[in-house]
Nanobody, 126 residues
Framework: QVQLVESGGGLVQAGGSLRLSCAHS????????LGWFRQAPGKEREFVAA????????NYSDSVKGRFTISRDNAKNTVYLQMNSLKPEDTAVYYC???????????????????WGQGTQVTVSS
């Protein structure tokens, strides 16, 4: 059974930091692109960041570039999202997801990602 389990969300003041973790299990994700998406109330799910299976390539949305950092530890079956300089507009449910194709490039459309976690709430107060 494939599982992606996010943790690390919470309430933080603007300018603060959080680190999200996503532990995956159930099959080999070493060849998967791992990504983070978010969805705020009344809005569509949007791409945040992703990292290829090798870790050689990352991609970020313009809204988080320079503030968020994605990384992965294949030995620990975990992908991380370090979020700094948080803003109220970062408030959303954050999901991790896996694109199982062994790609050297990153697709930002959520439709490509086959597996999803249950999400973790991030709330940034002003």
């Amino acid at each position: 059974q494939v599982q992606l389990v996010e943790s690390g969300g919470g309430l933080v003041q603007a300018g603060g930091s959080l680190r999200l973790s996503c532990a995956h299990s159930g099959r080999t994700f070493s060849s998967a692109t791992l990504g983070w998406f978010r969805q705020a109330p009344g809005k569509e799910r949007e791409f945040v960041a992703a990292i290829t299976w090798s870790g050689d390539s990352t991609n970020y949305s313009d809204s988080v570039k320079g503030r968020f950092t994605i990384s992965r530890d294949n030995a620990k079956n975990t992908v991380y999202l370090q979020m700094n300089s948080l803003k109220p507009e970062d408030t959303a449910v954050y999901y991790c997801a896996a694109d199982m194709g062994r790609k050297t490039y990153i697709v930002t459309s959520f439709r490509v990602y086959e597996y999803w976690g249950q999400g973790t709430q991030v709330t940034v107060s002003s």
